[in-house]
């Protein structure tokens, strides 16, 4: 059985260890929902809390606000503010988070060609 090490930044186990580059990854966006809010943000752009709750039906809203907070966590979005009165927020991808677009292009890709 392989040994839990910890993430220090979400502070959730890594069950493979950290030698592996794609364990390492998936322990940051292989949870559930987390690709599916990073399509959309790949493919729509900034959205609110809101746009995800439509367009991830299914999502409740904690799992959808731990998934966003592990993101900002990793600096793969941030939230910004657009509205100060009351405070109104939307999700961007940061560069670190635009480096993942061809990954999802792919995944879309071999999904197209392999699960039809």
């Known amino acids: 059985m392989p040994q839990i090490q910890s993430n220090r930044a979400s502070k959730k186990p890594l069950p493979y260890g950290r030698r592996c580059p794609v364990a390492r990854t998936l322990s940051i966006i292989g949870e559930r929902w987390t690709i599916m809010i990073l399509r959309d943000l790949v493919r729509d752009g900034p959205r609110k809390f809101q746009d995800f709750e439509h367009s991830l039906e299914g999502i409740s809203p904690n799992t959808l606000s731990d998934r966003l907070k592990t993101l900002e ?3 793969i979005v941030v ?3 657009y509205e100060e009165h009351p405070p109104r ?5 940061t560069d670190k988070g635009r480096e993942l677009r061809p ?3 792919e995944l ?3 999904g197209e060609k392999h699960t039809r």
């Open 73 to 75: 966590e990793h600096g």
């Open 79 to 81: 939230q910004r503010f």
């Open 89 to 93: 927020a939307e999700y961007v991808l």
């Open 103 to 105: 990954v999802i292009k």
């Open 108 to 110: 879309r890709e071999w």
